[in-house]
């Protein structure tokens, strides 16, 4: 989850001299047992961990914070569209992607629910197929080349165009609408 924090501790556990003797440090107990440091102060090397309060200087803590992953999706009417159409026109929807978030995306897939009063055409849309719930899907991809070498990187947006074939008959006055999604996506490593 974005926001955590995880800690990875690490702790000297044995030593010895030059000549392989053992040896017994003079401010912290050499173990592999983490619940007997006494506090745990982050690059603290001049405490004295035999003294009440004082830090164990041969255990350190690391810490490291889950970047935020957050993809958007505007959905408009494409450029030059007008909202007033007839039966049998093609419409262009122009979706935005946008990456809201601190990570880099790769392998966006956009998922299409085509509304009622529209028929998609693959001819139309060479970069879209139907799946088998009968919506249109696309992936925008590093290795396809519709997203940049790094991928979508954070505060930057990229379009994506869908035509839809408005059915015919269709009554006057009545009003179509067409919804997609962002339905999966990963970093830049592919990772989830």
């Known amino acids: 989850t974005a926001g955590t924090s995880l800690l990875n501790y690490a702790e000297i556990s044995d030593a010895t001299d030059e000549f392989g003797d053992p040896q017994q440090d003079v401010d912290s107990d050499l173990d592999d047992d983490p619940t007997d440091d006494t ?48 039966p049998g026109d093609t419409v262009t929807f122009t979706m935005q992607v946008i990456n809201q978030g601190m990570i880099a995306a790769d392998n966006i897939e956009i998922t299409d629910y085509i509304g009622a ?22 992936t925008l991809e590093i290795a396809e080349g519709e997203l940049p070498i790094g991928g979508l990187q954070p505060g930057a947006a990229i379009t994506v165009d869908i035509l839809l074939i408005v ?26």
């Open 39 to 86: 506090l745990t102060q982050d690059n603290n090397v001049s405490g004295n961990g035999n003294n009440p309060g004082e830090d164990d200087d041969d255990h350190d803590v690391a810490e490291v914070t889950i970047e935020a992953f957050d993809l958007a999706l505007i959905k408009l009417l494409g450029l030059n569209q007008s909202s007033l159409v007839e």
């Open 117 to 138: 009063g529209f028929t998609f055409d693959a001819g139309l849309n060479p970069d879209w197929a139907l799946n088998g719930d009968g919506e249109a899907e696309t």
């Open 167 to 192: 059915d015919a008959p269709l009554p006057a006055g009545n009003t179509l609408t067409n919804v997609a999604e962002i339905s999966g996506a990963t970093d830049e490593n592919g990772d989830p």
